[in-house]
């Protein structure tokens, strides 16, 4: 690990207490007295010694966040604690405190309504050599039912468990190195993503480089356009439902007809899915059609034209873009287009606005929209477009976006872009000192997809985690890349990106490509061989 980040050009760090291995173990088995006495309405639950290559058991774990044990890394201390934000709420967090420090701290987020530590975030920074910290976003699992009645645990939500986090994490990381970080970054995506940029533009003291990965920001808007889906299909059965199969069999196949080779190139990636004008009506049946399986009614077709529309409110003001074609995987399918109304909405509609259990969500309209809108508890939306005070202290922000993210519009990520350029009255070329988006093609989610995915986002999805120089190459490698512009200036152009065979990197790369910063547009050269980076330009 030393070889990799010497590699990249990183500053060392000199002059830390911790500077024996006997010294690291006996800090980290005495830390919790100290600790106890020092950090103010806080209880520290224990202190652990982590080896590299270990695999440490989250027995505590909620069963829902689907992280029963992480490999660690590198030899890790690791602390537990609860911190109260009020007399009726408070985080779970932990940090993650790295034998070979290197003098910087990091944040890790959340995603969706979920109080899940993310534990491989947590283990990938502190192998860098990071000191890590990680909240439960003030309650534990994916509900949101905690919700229901406590505005202070939708405070946490909203942006309290981050900015806590972050105050008390570096104050334990000082009183365990006997120094202060030199430099602190954030890596989120999705809810981790909108975390980030709450952080920015509320709280611009915490980091000096921020990673927003698929923001959920414009909330309100994104969760009244999750809940509109079940509104335009309806249930199973019903005239303008849309089947798992039609969605994978029809009009997914349907929609890379007409799309995929826009870029120049059938390779299963819609480059700018902006440019797909998606037409269903061409799957509509015939009078005489004998099997019905293989197209669609008129409705269902109408059913698609509306998913892939904005919605606006009555007034015409937009409240979340379209969704993108390309993005209809299966579990999106699921998640979306099930004929149930989508859980978060379901969740935040009755727990956080409306603080009913029994509310209807199956009869969601314009008028519950709007309420939430206006609502807006903590300024959750995390739609502010001056970004002055972060930028003032020379804080760099990386966001991206999957275009084939089903879940979130990647359009909604270009849409705040333009309302931070619009707002601060800068082009571009001004905002690129400070503020970069990189549309990452072929991308689910957060990770995944048929296209270049791995940008160094997460270690989740992927087999055999290897942290080698290839992997951590800032010109490929978002989180070092990260590092590199805010200690070395040196500004990310594109984000190299690759897809691994049965996205396992011991398998090898089955493709690459160089991800265009916005408003830039990844090209195809017309010529070249499309599963390498060379073939594809900036324009």
Same mark, same amino acid.
């Given at each position: 690990?030393? &070889?990799?980040? #010497?590699? /990249?050009? +990183?500053?060392?760090?000199? $002059?830390?207490?911790?500077?024996?291995?006997?010294?690291?173990? *006996?800090?980290?088995?005495?830390?919790?007295?100290?600790?106890?006495?020092?950090?103010?309405?806080?209880?520290?639950?224990?202190?652990?010694?982590?080896?590299?290559?270990?695999?440490?058991?989250?027995?505590?774990?909620?069963?829902?966040?689907?992280?029963?044990?992480?490999?660690?890394?590198?030899?890790?201390?690791?602390?537990?604690?609860?911190?109260?934000?009020?007399?009726?709420?408070?985080?779970?967090?932990?940090?993650?405190?790295?034998?070979?420090?290197?003098?910087?701290?990091?944040?890790?987020?959340?995603?969706?309504?979920?109080?899940?530590?993310?534990?491989?975030?947590? &283990?990938?920074? #502190?192998? /860098?050599? +990071?000191?890590?910290?990680? $909240?439960?976003?003030?309650?534990?699992?994916?509900?949101?039912? *905690?919700?229901?009645?406590?505005?202070?645990?939708?405070?946490?939500?909203?942006?309290?468990?981050?900015?806590?986090?972050?105050?008390?994490?570096?104050?334990?990381?000082?009183?365990?190195?006997?120094?202060?970080?030199?430099?602190?970054?954030?890596?989120?995506?999705?809810?981790?993503?909108?975390?980030?940029?709450?952080?920015?533009?509320?709280?611009?003291?915490?980091?000096?480089?921020?990673?927003?990965?698929?923001?959920?920001?414009?909330?309100?808007?994104?969760?009244?356009?999750?809940?509109?889906?079940?509104?335009?299909?309806?249930?199973?059965?019903?005239?303008?439902?849309?089947?798992?199969?039609?969605?994978?069999?029809?009009?997914?196949?349907?929609?890379?007809?007409?799309?995929?080779?826009?870029?120049?190139? *059938?390779?299963?990636?819609?480059?700018?899915?902006?440019?797909?004008?998606?037409?269903?009506?061409?799957?509509?049946?015939?009078?005489?059609?004998?099997?019905?399986?293989?197209?669609?009614?008129?409705?269902?077709?109408?059913?698609?034209?509306?998913?892939?529309?904005?919605?606006?409110?009555?007034?015409?003001?937009?409240?979340?873009?379209?969704?993108?074609?390309?993005?209809?995987?299966?579990?999106?399918?699921?998640?979306?287009?099930?004929?149930?109304?989508?859980?978060?909405?379901?969740?935040?509609?009755?727990?956080?606005?409306?603080?009913?259990?029994?509310?209807?969500?199956?009869?969601?309209?314009?008028?519950?929209?709007?309420?939430?809108?206006?609502?807006?508890?903590?300024?959750?939306?995390?739609?502010?477009?001056?970004?002055?005070?972060?930028?003032?202290?020379?804080?760099?922000?990386?966001?991206?976006?999957?275009?084939?993210?089903?879940?979130?519009?990647?359009?909604?990520?270009?849409?705040?872009?333009?309302?931070?350029?619009?707002?601060?009255?800068?082009?571009?070329?001004?905002?690129?000192?400070?503020?970069?988006?990189?549309?990452?093609?072929?991308?689910?989610?957060?990770?995944?997809?048929?296209?270049?995915?791995?940008?160094?986002?997460?270690?989740?999805?992927?087999?055999?985690?290897?942290?080698?120089?290839?992997?951590?190459?800032?010109?490929?490698?978002?989180?070092?890349?990260?590092?590199?512009?805010?200690?070395?200036?040196?500004?990310?152009?594109?984000?190299?990106?690759?897809?691994?065979?049965?996205?396992?990197?011991?398998?090898?790369?089955?493709?690459?490509?160089?991800?265009?910063?916005?408003?830039?547009?990844?090209?195809?050269?017309?010529?070249?061989?499309?599963?390498?980076?060379?073939?594809?330009?900036?324009?």
């Amino acid at each position: 690990m030393k &070889a990799v980040l #010497s590699g /990249l050009h +990183i500053t060392s760090f000199a $002059g830390i207490t911790v500077k024996t291995s006997s010294h690291f173990n *006996a800090m980290c088995s005495s830390i919790v007295p100290p600790l106890k006495s020092s950090i103010p309405n806080t209880t520290v639950y224990f202190s652990d010694l982590l080896f590299a290559g270990t695999t440490v058991q989250l027995s505590d774990n909620h069963p829902s966040c689907e992280r029963p044990s992480q490999l660690v890394f590198e030899d890790t201390c690791r602390i537990a604690m609860y911190v109260s934000t009020s007399n009726r709420s408070g985080i779970n967090m932990e940090i993650w405190l790295p034998r070979n420090w290197t003098g910087r701290f990091l944040s890790t987020g959340n995603g969706g309504l979920s109080g899940c530590i993310q534990y491989e975030d947590m &283990a990938y920074a #502190s192998a /860098l050599g +990071i000191a890590t910290v990680g $909240g439960n976003n003030g309650h534990n699992g994916t509900s949101g039912k *905690a919700f229901l009645r406590n505005p202070d645990v939708v405070e946490d939500y909203a942006s309290r468990s981050v900015h806590t986090g972050v105050v008390i994490g570096k104050a334990i990381s000082k009183q365990f190195y006997g120094k202060s970080h030199t430099k602190s970054y954030y890596l989120g995506c999705s809810t981790g993503g909108r975390q980030g940029l709450k952080s920015v533009q509320d709280f611009p003291e915490d980091f000096d480089g921020v990673i927003a990965g698929a923001p959920a920001n414009a909330f309100s808007g994104l969760l009244s356009w999750s809940g509109r889906h079940y509104g335009i299909t309806g249930p199973p059965g019903s005239e303008s439902f849309i089947t798992e199969e039609q969605w994978k069999n029809l009009v997914h196949p349907d929609i890379m007809e007409q799309c995929d080779t826009i870029d120049g190139v *059938a390779d299963g990636v819609i480059e700018d899915p902006n440019l797909c004008d998606y037409k269903p009506e061409r799957l509509i049946c015939s009078s005489n059609v004998g099997d019905k399986a293989k197209c669609l009614s008129g409705g269902q077709a109408r059913a698609i034209r509306k998913i892939f529309s904005p919605l606006y409110s009555l007034e015409g003001e937009l409240w979340f873009p379209r969704q993108q074609p390309g993005s209809e995987d299966a579990s999106i399918i699921a998640a979306m287009y099930s004929g149930k109304p989508f859980p978060f909405t379901v969740d935040w509609f009755r727990y956080s606005l409306y603080n009913d259990p029994e509310f209807d969500v199956t009869k969601l309209n314009m008028t519950d929209w709007a309420y939430s809108e206006a609502v807006n508890p903590f300024n959750i939306n995390t739609w502010e477009g001056d970004l002055s005070r972060f930028r003032s202290r020379n804080g760099k922000l990386i966001t991206w976006h999957g275009q084939a993210d089903g879940l979130i519009s990647p359009a909604n990520s270009e849409r705040y872009y333009n309302h931070v350029s619009h707002t601060m009255n800068l082009p571009p070329s001004e905002i690129d000192d400070f503020y970069r988006f990189f549309r990452i093609s072929g991308t689910g989610h957060c990770r995944g997809g048929d296209g270049a995915w791995v940008i160094g986002q997460t270690l989740r999805s992927l087999k055999r985690v290897q942290l080698d120089m290839e992997f951590l190459n800032p010109d490929g490698n978002v989180l070092t890349a990260i590092i590199r512009w805010v200690e070395e200036g040196k500004s990310p152009d594109t984000l190299l990106g690759r897809k691994y065979l049965n996205d396992s990197i011991s398998m090898g790369v089955q493709s690459s490509r160089r991800h265009c910063r916005y408003p830039f547009r990844t090209q195809y050269d017309g010529t070249g061989d499309s599963s390498q980076p060379t073939s594809w330009l900036c324009k």
